[in-house]
């Protein structure tokens, strides 16, 4: 099973709504990413997880808090966005370690409009 | 900051051989990657090249590495309609394994 599973697929949200966009892999990969990506530009690292503790952050406004429960999971909590933060969100995994080529496994992302 | 650049638009007839091509900064990168992205799809990766190689081949896809000018390149030989997508060159950094960054992405459009 090489599949990252992410929920839900579209999101419509207002600004002083709390959300959550959720990651699944069972591949036992133990990195997981979030990135951003805006419409005609590359994905933009946000966060990053190894051994679900959070070993990146990309100077990441706090309305974006990352979580990682567990080693399949990586949850990304969304609180008094703005429309500017309407992208297309992706998720990632990777193996972890030493000298390895991080090749990373892509979800089929969720699309975020704030209005 | 390091910036991957990559022309925006590449259009090759089907059957053809198409070349992408990507210029980067980071001279401490360990591996170079190259992505597919179909529309409204995630990003699927469709090869690497370690650092200090200068040529990989898998399939019909050939990646060139020229590390002294920085520059990476990939080939795709016999270009079909379903290879009609945006292609992103992405580097890693010495100073974080992790941290990968994304070229600009070269949109290949591949006529019948």
């Known amino acids: 099973d090489t599949e990252v599973t992410q929920t839900p697929k579209h999101l419509v949200m207002g600004m002083t709504n709390k959300k959550s966009l959720k990651c699944e892999q069972h591949?036992?990969?133990?990195?997981m990413y979030w990135y951003k990506q805006k419409a005609k530009k590359p994905p933009e690292l946000m966060f990053v997880?190894?051994?679900?503790?959070?070993?990146i952050n990309e100077s990441v406004p706090s309305r974006f808090s990352p979580e990682c429960p567990n080693s399949s999971l990586l949850n990304l909590h969304l609180h008094a966005l703005q429309p500017e933060d309407s992208a297309l969100y992706l998720c990632?995994?990777?193996?972890?370690?030493?000298?390895?080529?991080?090749?990373?496994?892509f979800g089929p992302g969720t699309r975020l409009t704030v209005t | 900051g390091e910036d991957v650049e990559q022309s925006l638009f590449l259009s090759v007839r089907e059957g053809d051989s198409s070349v992408i091509n990507c210029t980067y900064t980071?001279?401490?990168?360990?591996?170079l990657y190259w992505y597919k992205q179909e529309p409204g799809a995630g990003l699927q990766l469709l090869t690497y090249?370690?650092?200090?190689?200068d040529m990989k081949q898998d399939q019909r896809l050939t990646v060139l590495l020229n590390k002294k000018d920085k520059h990476l390149s990939l080939r795709i030989a016999d270009t079909q309609t379903g290879d009609s997508a945006i292609y992103f060159c992405?580097?890693?950094?010495?100073?974080?394994?992790?941290?990968?960054?994304f070229g600009t992405g070269t949109k290949l459009q591949v006529i019948p």
């Open positions: 990632a995994s990777s193996q972890e370690g030493t000298g390895i080529p991080y090749e990373q496994y």
């Open positions: 591949m036992g990969h133990r990195a």
């Open positions: 997880y190894s051994y679900e503790k959070l070993s």
């Open positions: 980071d001279s401490s990168s360990t591996y």
């Open positions: 090249i370690f650092s200090n190689m």
């Open positions: 992405a580097e890693n950094h010495r100073g974080g394994y992790q941290k990968v960054t």
